[in-house]
């Protein structure tokens, strides 16, 4: 899933946003946990580390953004608590013995928050929304579709007709739909944001998505109201089809960009919840939150991985050589142990532990043992670089971050190894989060930090983002050997086989290119107040509070 923030994640002018969380400028419960003054409503407290840079489904590509959309739209089928599929708009499905068809039952209940059935035409309309080639800023999702038949020849100019996609709505509650290939997690995918539906209203305005009183959604609860960087409100959607599982009447998201901010609020009993996205504690202070409050501190391994990208199109690393020495250069057991403090793995793959495989999990089949850290060898990749570059110094280099404080100790600690193990300065620059997509997307960088979070349950969550042209490859990474290991993975059905082109591919990902240098595999640090109940953070990290209540 999802860029982190965002497993991931990711990840500041307190003065100027102070108001965004009442009281942050005092603490008077530094060496205790909760006081015990929880809301005397059903009301759930948070914050996002930074403002979603879009509330549209079919644009969003963050864990900030998709927190929200996940709250307000719901799609055909939902998560269970386990991140099993579980029916949502769809009541029931029907698939045929091949795999090819799938039939989707909609609820006669099901209503947006405006009070207006929710139809398959809605659902059919979202996604050839998201396909159609004209439309612009292209959906960095749009790949994520491509299961449905027609759909990557329509997307990219080659089919003109879109009646030809393989998505129909028969009529209003029955959705068809129609595969290239067996797709054994497409039930899966129908939870994904990309695969929401929209409410004919967006037809008519482009700006739909900017404003609380234009956002009609069809989840469990609706934006009340939105303050620009300083705050998001949620309420309760008394028309959503499950209304009476839901508890909470409000939830309540500052915008605040700083981790210790955010930890003070949670110790004054102004948040409910803090971590938010992925691990988002001040690691510095973890130690003391371990002693403090252990019963309300939750630390579990999650599918998601921190890493950092090369432009492959930008010197100096347009040299597979250079990349490699950077990504052998750095010591992965001293950051988790010493920066990140979470139980956080060194990555020396892609794919993280959790995702399922052919019989157990992929990465237990598939062991990451891609690269090693080794400075000599380092040292000798970088001078074997130089010279094929016809360098006789390297170029500056800088390394981007989106500004929070746990990715900035992270970035200076790996540019200090840089420098003492290769002789490398680098610059670290941190950027706000939606200039620092857009840098990325614009291949306006040399390296940069990453996150990604699993938006199924299987290794090709990982595999196909990073095909030629694909909406979140930020790399300029293009290989044909690559794109024939996705293709043929696609397109087969035998387990065994699509797992063993996914590992080919990986090899070539991380081994043989090193596009991605892969730093830890995520674990969740978070902390919840004893008053709340039902929050649940899946095996990828994402959060879901719909279903929790304050008791």
């Not at 549209?56 to 055909?76: C, H, M």
């Not at 209304?243 to 939830?251: D, G, Y």
């Not at 992925?278 to 998601?304: C, F, H, R, W, Y």
């Not at 003492?420 to 670290?428: A, D, I, P, S, Y």
Request: hydrophobic share 35%; net charge negative; charged share 25%.
């Amino acid at each position: 899933m999802k860029k982190h923030k965002s497993l991931l994640l990711l990840m500041t002018l307190i003065l100027a946003i102070g108001t965004a969380l009442a009281g942050c400028g005092s603490n008077n419960n530094e060496g205790a946990g909760s006081s015990g003054n929880k809301p005397k409503e059903q009301v759930f407290r948070m914050n996002l580390a930074s403002e979603p840079p879009t509330l549209d489904p079919g644009q969003a590509q963050d864990n900030n953004s998709n927190t929200i959309i996940n709250a307000v739209f719901e799609g055909l089928t939902r998560k269970g608590p386990d991140g099993e599929e579980v029916p949502g708009v769809a009541e029931k499905w029907d698939i045929s013995e091949d795999g090819l068809k799938y039939v989707f039952t909609l609820r006669n209940d099901a209503r947006w928050s405006n009070g207006d059935p929710v139809t398959a035409k809605d659902f059919e309309f979202a996604w050839k929304r998201v396909l159609d080639p004209g439309f612009a800023p292209a959906p960095p999702y749009a790949y994520q579709l491509y299961y449905i038949k027609n759909a990557e020849a329509y997307n990219l100019g080659e089919l003109d007709d879109p009646d030809q996609v393989g998505v129909k709505a028969v009529d209003d509650h029955t959705l068809e739909v129609t595969l290239e290939n067996p797709t054994p997690y497409f039930l899966s995918l129908m939870s994904f944001q990309t695969y929401y539906p929209l409410h004919s209203s967006v037809k008519d305005n482009d700006k739909w998505a900017t404003k609380a009183e234009t956002i009609i959604g069809n989840g469990p609860f609706k934006i009340a109201s939105m303050t620009k960087g300083q705050k998001i409100e949620l309420a309760k959607n008394d028309q959503y089809w499950d209304h009476q599982s839901i508890k909470l009447e409000k939830v309540h998201m500052s915008i605040v960009n700083s981790s210790a901010t955010e930890l003070s609020s949670y110790r004054n009993d102004e948040l409910d919840y803090a971590g938010h996205p992925v691990g988002n504690i001040p690691t510095d202070q973890l130690a003391a939150v371990k002693k403090q409050m252990p019963d309300e501190l939750n630390i579990k391994g999650i599918s998601s991985t921190y890493f950092y990208i090369f432009n492959t199109t930008q010197e100096p690393f347009d040299n597979v050589n250079i990349r490699k020495a950077f990504s052998m250069a750095i010591d992965r057991q001293a950051i988790v142990d010493k920066i990140t403090q979470g139980g956080q793995i060194p990555a020396f793959g892609f794919v993280p532990p959790g995702i399922k495989g052919e019989k157990d999990e992929f990465r237990k089949e598939v062991p990451d043992k891609y690269f090693e850290e080794n400075i000599d060898e380092a040292k000798k990749l970088l001078d074997q670089g130089m010279k094929e570059k016809g360098y006789t110094t390297l170029p500056a280099v800088t390394l981007i971050h989106n500004s929070d404080d746990n990715h900035k100790k992270i970035a200076l600690a790996i540019a200090d190894m840089w420098k003492n193990n290769l002789g490398v300065q680098v610059q670290v620059q941190n950027q706000e989060w939606g200039v620092f997509l857009k840098n990325r997307s614009a291949l306006n960088y040399q390296v940069a930090r990453s996150g990604w979070g699993a938006d199924y349950n299987d290794p090709m969550t990982y595999i196909d983002m990073w095909t030629s042209g694909g909406g979140n490859n930020d790399t300029g990474f293009k290989n044909e050997e690559y794109d024939k290991l996705v293709k043929d993975a696609y397109a087969t059905d035998d387990n065994a086989k699509r797992m063993e082109l996914m590992a080919q591919a990986e090899k070539i990902l991380v081994e043989d290119n090193q596009v991605v240098m892969p730093i830890y595999y995520y674990s969740n640090v978070s902390l919840i107040k004893p008053w709340m109940k039902g929050i649940n953070i899946d095996f990828k990290g994402d959060l879901d509070f719909s279903r929790a209540y304050v008791e």
